[in-house]
């Protein structure tokens, strides 16, 4: 009774909206849906299918939208409440794998197999800037510094430090080797990154200093999903 059973296919992402008791679930079969999780049973809200490909990020904008990304290396832009797609944002040249958005609801970043991550302003429906200079896939971003700076992880083993303001690369944020699949911004008043990687290692890192600063049990398999919530210390990966 507590399953969120619809799709057609198997699911890619998952975004939970903990004051409004909604969730976002995107798919292989090019949905995404919204769902009441509120009461004791989930409800089915939307369905939102004008994708291109499989859906395989999903995110909460303020103003009561939200994003999705995917195969078809777009971001689309929907009303919540009238179930209408309000944008379409487009320039990757591959897969969308990654999306992060702001902490003032103003932009969304995402990471592609193009080996780009991408800047889109939410306020004006405009495009911003590229972030070029990774030698593979981008698979993960995340918004840093007062959403100043966005961190990229990459399939060459990377972890990237670019402006915002103009999407200048800043500097190499930490060199692991292996490819790295996810990053999350962890709560608290350090800036702290967790990466996991392909190898299974999975971390954290001081984005200040640039280093690791506790190293997590590795696992025997490619790390690929982290979470956290909004109590320093806390978080999740698989």
């Known amino acids: 009774a507590g399953n969120l059973a619809g799709h057609g296919g198997p699911i ?3 975004s939970i909206d903990a004051a409004s ?16 999780i509120a009461g004791e049973a989930p409800r089915r ?8 490909g499989a859906v395989n990020a999903v995110a909460f904008v303020a103003g009561g939208r939200a994003l999705a990304a995917g195969d078809d290396g777009k971001v689309a832009l929907w009303d919540l409440a009238s179930g209408r797609l309000v944008h379409r944002f487009e320039g990757h040249q591959g897969k969308i794998v990654g999306l992060a958005v702001s902490r003032d609801g103003r932009l969304a970043a995402t990471a592609g197999w193009d080996r780009t991550a991408r800047l889109w302003n ?4 405009a495009d911003g800037p590229v972030l070029v200079g990774h030698k593979g896939p981008v698979n993960a971003v995340a918004f840093l510094g007062g959403d100043r700076h966005v961190a990229t992880a990459s399939a060459d083993g990377t972890i990237g430090l670019y402006r915002v303001a103009d999407g200048s690369y800043e500097r190499p944020l930490y060199r692991h080797g292996w490819g790295v699949n996810v990053l999350e911004r ?8 967790l990466f996991g ?24 398999r490619p790390v690929l999903a982290a979470a956290s919530i909004d109590k320093p210390g806390l978080f999740a990966i698989g």
């Open 12 to 14: 890619r992402s998952i």
């Open 21 to 36: 008791g909604r969730a976002l679930t995107g798919s292989f079969d090019y949905a995404m849906m919204v769902w009441d």
């Open 45 to 52: 809200l939307l369905r939102l299918d004008d994708h291109g």
């Open 122 to 125: 939410l306020a004006r429906l």
């Open 186 to 193: 962890l709560p608290g008043g350090r800036e702290r990154l």
């Open 197 to 220: 990687a392909l190898n299974g290692t999975a971390a954290i890192i001081d984005v200040e200093r640039g280093e690791v600063v506790a190293d997590l049990k590795t696992s025997e």
